[in-house]
């Protein structure tokens, strides 16, 4: 059975793939602009809303950091609502640290995880990467980084799959977290639900 939240994501997005019409943006932005934490978090609320598609528990969604997402739309997310964590890939390890704080400090209890199609991290390796550090950037930025593995990934849905069982897995989120995997499609804007392993 879908959670309140996950319901709400389908529901929303629904209406929002019905209406969309960017399928044909690139994938590089269109400005050069990195924009780290997008939204700022707020507590969650303590009463339940009115509205009835809302709980006490509001979800944290990852997600990739990819221009052509627009998490609130896409997913259904009112200000106030959520935590938005984003970064390179919408991988559930680099989003760790941020996970941590939300559901230890700020009271999150479920994690809606979303991957896409068309997304950057299905087109280079470790190695290409680390090369184009080398090349780029002086003898230091190389040593500093040392072994960071940048995730990349060779196939959506099993990523978000490795995501779900590494979530499961780790003793760093709350055993009452309800989480789901999701693959948004860039041309369409409609998300696909993912089944765990
Ligand atoms: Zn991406």
């Known amino acids: 059975m879908p959670s ?18 960017n399928g044909d943006l690139k994938l ?7 924009s780290v934490c997008p939204r700022l978090p707020r ?36 200000l106030g609502d959520a935590h938005v964590v984003r970064n390179a890939g919408g991988c559930a390890k680099d989003a ?9 400090l700020l009271g999150t209890r479920e994690i809606i995880l979303v991957k896409h199609t068309g997304c950057g ?21 190389s040593a500093e980084l040392g072994t960071t593995d940048f995730l990349p990934f060779p196939e959506v849905e099993q990523a978000v799959r490795d995501d779900l069982a590494f ?23 409609a998300v696909k639900s993912i089944t765990p392993a």
Request: charged share 25%; net charge positive.
């Open 4 to 21: 309140p939240n996950q319901q709400n994501l389908k529901k929303k997005n629904a209406e929002y793939s019905e209406k969309f019409n």
């Open 167 to 189: 979530l499961k897995q780790t003793t760093t989120i709350r055993e009452d977290t309800v989480v789901s995997g999701w693959v948004y499609d860039v041309k369409t804007g």
């Open 96 to 104: 760790l640290r941020s996970i941590v704080i939300s559901q230890q």
């Open 121 to 141: 991290m299905l087109t280079f390796t470790n190695d290409d990467i680390r090369a184009v550090v080398k090349e780029n950037l002086p003898p230091a930025a």
């Open 43 to 78: 507590p969650p609320r303590r009463h339940a809303s009115s509205q009835e598609h809302r709980t006490d528990r509001e979800p944290t969604p990852v997600t990739c950091m990819d221009a052509r997402i627009d998490p609130a739309a896409a997913f259904g997310i009112d």
């Open 28 to 34: 590089p932005p269109g400005r050069s602009t990195l």
